[in-house]
């Protein structure tokens, strides 16, 4: 089975603290993605990355950055944190190749900006 | 641009009744088309996928065709359980969406939830 990895299940973190939050695969796959989950507004894209080093901005890219030095792990930053990016972070892999393929998500960061 | 529309909810349900959540979509290319389940505390699990029309998905129980002439993808079970109360979520991945960038982002509804009472 797919093991997806977010390093945190719950963090609280101030105003203005750089953060980081951590994802890890463990099958192999190109793809990764962050997304955020907002009650009443779904999961949205942040950003994803088809291969080390590539990153690619989704739908909601405004204050979050992200690194992918290695294939199996996807981090996403917040630069300056703000109380607005309180929110459930989830991460995903996928294979790469055409759009049948699943996305496969780890249980999800509760953060919380103070 | 592509988009997922789905009943929020919450549904409430008795359990063995007969559950439909309805999803329709938009989008510029040909999609495939997704139905997630997440459980309280947990992430999205697949439920079930279908890749082109009059694809019917299955799992679990849980069924769901692909109607292109309709734009719709509902999911449907016979006899609901009280172990089937989450958050479902319908998506949609397109092709052409990323094209140059090899990766297909997901286009999600805003998630249904669903409450079975014993």
């Known amino acids: 089975d797919v093991k997806v990895t977010q390093s945190s299940r719950y963090l609280v973190k101030r105003t203005g603290e750089k953060v980081f939050l951590e994802c890890v695969q463990d099958m192999d796959h190109e793809n990764m993605f962050w997304y955020r989950q907002d009650p009443g507004l779904g999961l949205r894209l942040i950003y994803f990355?088809?291969?080390?080093?590539?990153?690619e901005k989704g739908d909601i890219p405004e204050g979050y950055s992200v690194s992918r030095e290695k294939k199996e792990r996807f981090s996403l930053i917040l630069e300056s944190a703000s109380t607005n990016q309180t929110s459930m972070y989830l991460c995903?892999?996928?294979?790469?190749?055409?759009?049948?393929?699943?996305?496969?998500f780890g249980d999800g960061t509760r953060l919380s900006i103070l | 641009g592509d988009s997922v529309t789905q009943m929020e909810g919450p549904v409430t349900l008795s359990e063995e009744a007969f559950l439909t959540i309805n999803c329709t979509y938009t989008a510029t290319g040909y999609p495939s088309l997704f139905w997630y389940v997440q459980y309280p505390g947990e992430g999205l699990q697949l439920l079930l996928k279908?890749?082109?029309?009059?694809d019917k998905g299955s799992n679990k129980g849980f069924e769901a065709t692909y109607r292109k002439e309709t734009t719709s993808f509902h999911l449907e079970k016979g006899s609901v359980q009280v172990s089937d109360s989450a958050v479902y979520f319908c998506a949609l991945s397109d092709p052409r969406l990323y094209s140059g960038g090899g990766a297909d982002g997901l286009t999600f509804g805003k998630g249904t939830h669903l409450i079975i009472q014993p």
């Open positions: 990355s088809y291969d080390v080093k590539m990153k």
């Open positions: 995903a892999s996928s294979l790469s190749g055409d759009s049948n393929q699943p996305q496969h």
């Open positions: 279908a890749t082109k029309a009059d």
